[in-house]
């Protein structure tokens, strides 16, 4: 509608006017991923979040996403300007997995190796040896286990326990989840698929084990939409934030993308496939955070020594995707 287009044309203007670039998550709403691409910017996965930040020429990011992207962009790029929508976008897994708590949880293992998912604080990753996304998470566990290396690993439990079985490493788990994959249930799957037998099925490993279980495909989010793009299948059930459909179906036009079920026999669920952080970064949101006077509630700092430690982890997994 008109009010949208508004805020559009105006966010244009003003990312030229500050020579700022618009980086946004594959959760983010679908409006918000079409304007990140219109304008130049990235939609993608942590990772990648975070390097085209890194690697881009412009002063200033804007990152349509959840806290810890944005201030993942910050340790990788201290010299830009870093903003977001709404600082108070963030994430369970990083609320889950408070830094004194986990510091004693390594404390009390000092001969692991540690291990944290890219969906946590700067703090986290300060007290870390290794940071990986689900991206990369299989490729690295596997290269410390060849090492012989006991793994502490955190937050995300699930995640954790999908890459323990596929790997056979020894792994302490942190107890974490997403709110947003807990929350697909394999028995409704099951009935799904009955309905469609000949749909492929994808999962993202933030979900429960009996969920990955009925895979035909499990990855990170990059890896689910190339899963839809190559594989020969028509239609795809898919378990993940709902907000990967746009770009899903514009690698894989013309085929058929089903939501997998969440909350099971018509129980409810706190988030029904689509994350209520990513959703805070609203057109409003976004220009809000370009045209504010007072960006309190929009600039992300890191702590400058917290920042050395945590580049160190980083650094560490972005050689190793190299
Ligand atoms: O679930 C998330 O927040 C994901 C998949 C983050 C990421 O690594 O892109
Ligand atoms: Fe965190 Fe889950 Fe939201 Fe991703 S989808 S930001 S893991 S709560």
Not at 156 to 182: F, N, P
Not at 186 to 200: D, F, S, T, V, Y
Not at 267 to 289: D, F, R, V, Y
Request: with cysteine; hydrophobic share 40%; proline share 4%.
């Amino acid at each position: 509608d008109a009010e949208k287009a508004d805020y559009k044309a105006r966010i244009k203007q003003l990312l030229i006017e500050q020579d700022a670039v618009l980086v946004a998550h594959y959760y983010t709403d679908p409006e918000i991923q079409a304007l990140a691409e219109e304008t130049g910017g990235c939609v993608s996965d942590s990772l990648e979040m975070a390097r085209f930040g890194r690697d881009h020429p412009a002063k200033k990011l804007i990152v349509a996403g959840v806290k810890f992207m944005g201030e993942t962009s910050k340790i990788l790029s201290p010299e830009k300007t870093v903003l977001m929508p709404t600082l108070e976008a963030t994430c369970s897994l990083d609320i889950g997995c408070p830094i004194d708590k986990f510091s004693e949880f390594c404390d009390a293992h000092p001969d692991h190796t540690v291990v944290v998912y890219a969906n946590t604080s700067a703090a986290v990753k300060a007290r870390a040896d290794w940071v990986v996304t689900s991206s990369i998470a299989l490729e690295i566990v596997e290269h410390l286990d060849a090492e012989g290396k006991k793994i502490i690993w955190g937050p995300d439990r699930h995640l954790g326990s999908y890459i323990a079985k596929e790997t056979g490493a020894d792994m302490l788990m942190w107890q974490g989840d997403c709110i947003v994959h807990d929350e697909f249930k394999a028995k409704a799957l099951r009935e799904l698929k009955i309905q469609h037998p000949n749909a492929a099925i994808l999962v993202h490993p933030e979900s429960p084990a009996n969920v990955v279980a009925l895979a035909d495909a499990v990855g990170s989010t990059s890896q689910l939409i190339k899963a839809a793009q190559t594989m020969a299948n028509q239609e795809f059930i898919v378990a993940t934030d709902r907000g990967i459909f746009y770009k899903m179906q514009q690698a894989a036009p013309g085929k058929t993308l089903i939501e997998a079920p969440t909350g099971g026999n018509g129980a409810t669920c706190k988030s029904c496939a689509h994350c209520p952080w990513m959703a805070m970064n609203g057109l409003q949101a976004i220009e809000a955070s370009l045209s504010a006077e007072d960006k309190t509630q929009h600039e992300v700092f890191v702590d400058d020594a917290l920042r050395d430690e945590a580049l160190i982890p980083l650094n560490r997994m972005l050689d190793f995707a190299k």
